[in-house]
């Protein structure tokens, strides 16, 4: 099935140091979102990287996408205690997104 | 509105029970998804609607599990007879097109007892 797989599973880090996951996926796609959750509720949208594109930044996040590996990363540069959250990837290549379990981020002071 | 509101944030209801979940999504989107969420899960994919096509159940676990969106806004995730394995948190989200992001509402937590 085409799924999002993110790695590592978990990813504790101190603050201000940079955070780095990975996001593999086994379909074409025409474009991939990373989200951020805290507490188990709503998702926030990060930032949607499209098929033709293979770098976007926004503030402190760099995402990658590399379609000849069917992967994606998201780097959070300068990481800040609020940036402790569960990070996903969704993939969006037929018509609904798949997500993959996402990496739990630990930022310690 | 701004973003995507779901309602109840909670719902607690007895086995058996039949529960509705709400969602609307931004206004104007044309995709509207439902997913659920276990404990420390990942996302479940329930049910996908787009426009005026038919709409992908495919992700819908049993029969217990129905969905409508009404004149293509919102929607009410509708679950018949619950059982306590359908405690979960029931994410909605919606989309203006492909191209565009997919934005979520900040879900009902359904517990069951």
């Known amino acids: 099935s085409q799924q999002g797989e993110e790695d590592p599973q978990a990813l504790s880090i101190q603050e201000g140091e940079n955070a780095t996951m990975n996001c593999s996926y086994k379909?074409?796609?025409?474009?991939l979102q990373w989200y951020r959750q805290n507490s188990g509720r709503g998702l926030v949208h990060l930032i949607l990287i499209r098929s033709n594109e293979r770098e976007k930044h926004s503030g402190r996040l760099r995402v990658t996408l590399d379609t000849s590996k069917k992967s994606s990363s998201l780097l959070i540069t300068a990481s800040r205690a609020a940036d402790t959250a569960s990070y996903f990837c969704?993939?969006?290549?037929?018509?609904?997104?798949?997500f993959g379990q996402g990496t739990r981020l630990t930022i310690n002071p | 509105g701004a973003g995507v509101s779901q309602s109840p944030s909670n719902k607690v209801t007895e086995k058996g029970k039949d529960v509705e979940l709400r969602c609307d999504p931004i206004?104007?989107?044309?995709?509207l998804y439902w997913y659920r969420q276990s404990l420390g899960q990942g996302l479940e994919f329930l049910i996908y609607?787009?426009?005026?096509?038919?709409?992908?159940k495919s992700g819908l676990p049993s029969d217990r599990f129905s969905a409508e969106r009404t004149g293509g806004s919102v929607s009410t995730l509708t679950i018949q007879r619950t059982q306590q394995e359908d405690s979960a948190v029931y994410l909605c989200?919606?989309?203006?097109?492909?191209?565009?992001?997919?934005?979520f509402g900040q879900g009902t937590r359904l517990t069951v007892v």
């Open positions: 206004s104007g989107h044309t995709a």
């Open positions: 989200a919606s989309s203006l097109d492909r191209q565009g992001g997919t934005f």
């Open positions: 379909t074409s796609i025409n474009n």
């Open positions: 609607f787009q426009g005026n096509s038919a709409p992908d």
């Open positions: 969704a993939t969006d290549g037929a018509q609904k997104l798949v």
